[in-house]
């Protein structure tokens, strides 16, 4: 069974970046399949940020592509995301999912959501 | 980007109701629409992919049909545990999500 779990801190300044971190279990990232983030401001609906294939291919959404960054380490079974220069408007929860075999599909399944507020 | 627009954007309903949710897309999408369930304060859970086909374990009474630009998700027989907001995804070009359906008890 696939299990992933978002760690990363709660609380990032303006103008700072954030820095998640999503551990994958029960699978071996090496083996394939796309590794994404998606976010959900408060009480809002789901924005998909940017996901990445253990081959190299990595895709990032058009509005967020110049403050993102997505990485995997199959050392540590392990992908991470940075987003630079955060505002208010990056308050979200921040999940990760697994994203597709071969393409971007459906995301499933997701961590259970790291809570990120944006302020000084 | 192709934007996913669902309708209604709540809706108050009994149990043992029958819901229909729409999701209509900017373009044609062919098939490639996934419907998820989000309970508070937990991730999206996959319900459907590929418009129609029920994800494993997923209950018989969820469905989702259409394709090109107009979809639907039924739930045909609305219990205590579905009441929840339902989001669409479509996956043909890169992803987006419609703004979801939130199902309250009537």
């Known amino acids: 069974q696939v299990q992933l779990q978002g760690s990363g801190p709660g609380l990032v300044k303006p103008s700072e970046t954030l820095s998640l971190t999503c551990s994958v279990s029960?699978?071996?990232?090496?083996?394939?399949?796309?590794w994404g983030w998606i976010r959900q401001p408060p009480g809002k609906g789901l924005e998909w940020i940017a996901s990445m294939h253990q081959g190299g291919s990595t895709y990032y959404n058009p509005s967020l592509k110049s403050r993102v960054t997505i990485s995997l380490d199959t050392s540590r079974n392990q992908f991470s995301l940075k987003l630079t220069s955060v505002t208010a408007a990056d308050t979200a929860v921040y999940y990760c999912?697994?994203?597709?075999?071969?393409?971007?599909?459906?995301?499933?399944?997701w961590g259970q959501g790291t809570r990120v507020t944006v302020s000084s | 980007a192709i934007q996913l627009t669902q309708s209604p954007s709540s809706l108050s309903a009994s149990v043992g109701d029958r819901v229909t949710i729409t999701c209509r897309a900017s373009q044609d999408i062919s098939s490639a629409l996934a419907w998820y369930q989000q309970k508070p304060g937990k991730p999206p859970n996959l319900l459907i992919f590929?418009?129609?086909i029920l994800e494993s374990g997923v209950p018989s009474k969820f469905s989702g049909s259409g394709s090109g630009t107009d979809f639907t998700l039924t739930i045909s027989s609305l219990q205590p545990e579905d009441f929840a907001t339902y989001f669409c995804?479509?996956?043909?070009?890169?992803?987006?999500f419609g703004g979801g359906t939130k199902v309250e008890i009537k």
């Open positions: 999912a697994r994203h597709g075999a071969v393409e971007l599909k459906w995301f499933d399944p």
């Open positions: 590929d418009a129609s």
């Open positions: 995804q479509q996956f043909n070009n890169y992803p987006t």
């Open positions: 029960g699978y071996s990232i090496s083996s394939g399949y796309f």
